[in-house]
């Protein structure tokens, strides 16, 4: 794999003229892709890939950015694309002061790997006759092994952190919840103007019957008597409607108005005068369609 163009950083000792800082993978890795789960961890190689034999020759990161993944991926016992190159960055001991012990520079591999496996592959670097140096497949990776330095912490170095996975399910979860709330909220709102709505019906409703009572005329309901009057005063013949007879009439027809003279009042009787029924002046009871059949 090709190097990417040289990438330099300020240090407290200058690096001799020509030498990068980083050299980066082609394509470079875009860390926001990676799961939260990973951890970025740095590898130190011994003088057999000094920095200087490293960044002057196109071949060694190119190997490296090929094949150390898959020596940690197989001493681990997991796939190798669970393992990524992040980049390649030199190595300053504390004796370094200055371009003249360039010999001294070494070259630290970064990658980003599962963070729970972070403490065994640690403890299988420090152990040399472990499946990590021994178990390789093919030359490259058996060499690059043997050239890991076990003398550096794999955490030593920070970098960015990961936001993949776990940060794309986050904010698909952010935008299902922003499009449920939404939903809630625009049903809340219909519900509202629904429920206003039938609230101004029932209002309105309300003030018209309210309305219809205050300025209709009072209705006379049927058989009642009318306040402040007598039953039947405004009509012809009240009294006699209230009587036994009208109910006669009003099965013979009858629809005028007998004079008060001709009215038999049932109440009245005559105590000054007595006169004799003669028997025979009686006719026999005719049945006129009264109320007592005869």
Same mark, same amino acid.
């Given at each position: *794999? ?18 990068? /800082? ?27 890939? !000094? ?5 002057? !020759?196109?071949?060694?990161? +190119?190997?490296? %950015?090929?094949? %150390? ?34 010999? &001294?520079?070494?070259?630290?591999? &970064?990658?980003? *790997? ?49 936001? +993949? @996975?776990?940060? @794309? ?18 049903? +809340? ?15 309105? /409703? ?46 013979? +027809? ?16 005559? *105590?000054?005068? /007595? ?16 109320? *007592?059949?005869?």
């Amino acid at each position: *794999m090709a190097s990417a163009a040289p990438t330099l950083a300020p240090s407290a000792a200058p690096l001799p003229s020509g030498l990068p /800082r980083v050299i980066l993978p082609q394509p470079q890795l875009n860390t926001t892709a990676l799961p939260t789960s990973d951890s970025l961890i740095n590898v130190l190689f011994n003088a057999s890939l !000094n920095w200087e034999w490293v960044a002057e !020759n196109v071949d060694p990161p +190119g190997q490296i %950015f090929e094949y %150390f993944p898959q020596v940690i991926a197989t001493a681990l016992g997991i796939e190798a694309g669970d393992v990524q190159n992040f980049e390649l960055i030199v190595y300053e001991p504390s004796t370094y002061t200055g371009p003249a012990d360039v010999a &001294q520079l070494g070259t630290i591999w &970064q990658g980003y *790997m599962p963070s729970d496996k972070v403490s065994t592959l640690a403890s299988l670097i420090s152990n040399q006759k472990s499946v990590f140096y021994t178990g390789q497949d093919g030359s490259i990776p058996s060499t690059l092994a043997a050239c890991v330095d076990p003398s550096l912490d794999l955490e030593s170095i920070t970098g960015p952190a990961p936001g +993949g @996975s776990g940060s @794309s399910n986050s904010s698909g979860s952010n935008v299902r919840q922003d499009a449920i709330i939404g939903v809630v909220s625009s049903l +809340g709102a219909i519900a509202l103007i629904v429920l206003g709505y039938v609230i101004y019906r029932t209002i309105k /409703r309300r003030r018209e019957l309210a309305h219809r009572r205050l300025s209709d005329p009072d209705v006379a309901y049927v058989g009642a008597r009318p306040d402040g009057q007598e039953f039947d005063r405004d009509s012809v013949g009240g009294q006699r409607r209230r009587s036994f007879y009208y109910a006669e009439d009003s099965l013979r +027809g009858y629809q005028g108005v007998r004079a008060e003279e001709d009215a038999y009042d049932h109440h009245v009787t005559n *105590m000054r005068e /007595r006169r004799p029924v003669v028997a025979g002046a009686i006719s026999t009871p005719i049945l006129r369609e009264s109320t *007592m059949n005869w």
